[in-house]
């Protein structure tokens, strides 16, 4: 079974540049999760889909982050502006409805100069 | 709110000593409880978890936690520690139920010496 798919696994851009972040879960799992990690801290949750619904976004800084997940599958994180704080790892988890456990995939690295 | 607290940023031990990686919670509402281990460049790979029922835990990879409720605490336990578990373990709260939101702790990085 394929795992969660993130790409790009590395970005590096200029503050005030716009990146955006894409997700695949694993097949048939209806919640999606995004996390910010910053460097020598846990995962901190952004946003979390249930099917393509919103059911939490009280941390995602809604001034320059924002998420979609259109069909219920695939998911984009985006951010713009990029602020130099914004540097971390993004990483993406999927569960299955009426489950606890989360799985995640690599991350993508950004990086903003 | 739930928060976890992990003790110390890193830990070193010699290939085949014990294991112990402390974690404590605090919660409101009933938790559940995971360990999560993320290699260099990886995302998270779930080591166990603790769902309300049996409080002995038992995971991958040989490793195993308990969850004393009158104490707070979920620590991680591996009897003899294998250079391959040099990894950086995240222990996690959330509110029992499904698809709940994860809280971390800060993470513990563990060194295995030869």
């Known amino acids: 079974e394929a795992g969660v798919a993130q790409s790009p696994r590395y970005k590096i851009i200029e503050k005030r540049q716009s990146v955006a972040f894409w997700c695949n879960p694993i097949s048939g799992h209806a919640t999606l999760y995004w996390y910010q990690q910053i460097l020598g801290q846990g995962p901190k949750l952004l946003i979390q889909?249930?099917?393509?619904?919103?059911?939490?976004d009280s941390q995602l800084p809604k001034d320059r982050f924002s998420a979609e997940r259109l069909k219920g599958v695939d998911s984009t994180l985006k951010i713009q502006p990029a602020k130099l704080e914004d540097s971390a790892v993004y990483l993406c988890a999927s569960s299955l409805a009426g489950a606890e456990t989360q799985y995640f995939g690599p991350g993508t690295r950004l990086l903003v100069l | 709110a739930q928060s976890v607290t992990q003790l110390g940023s890193h830990v070193s031990v010699s290939e085949g000593a014990l294991v112990l990686l402390r974690c404590n919670y605090s919660?409101?509402?009933?938790?559940?409880l995971f360990w999560y281990v993320q290699y260099p460049n990886q995302g998270l790979q779930l080591l166990l978890k603790?769902?309300?029922?049996?409080?002995l835990v038992k995971g991958i990879n040989g490793f195993e936690a308990e969850f004393k409720k009158s104490e707070t605490s979920f620590h991680l336990t591996k009897p003899s520690a294998h250079m391959s578990d040099a990894a950086e373990y995240f222990c996690a709260v959330s509110p029992t139920g499904a698809n709940s939101k994860l809280t971390f702790g800060k993470g513990i990085t563990l060194s295995v010496r030869p």
């Open positions: 919660s409101s509402v009933p938790p559940y």
């Open positions: 889909f249930q099917n393509n619904g919103v059911v939490d």
């Open positions: 603790y769902t309300s029922a049996a409080t």
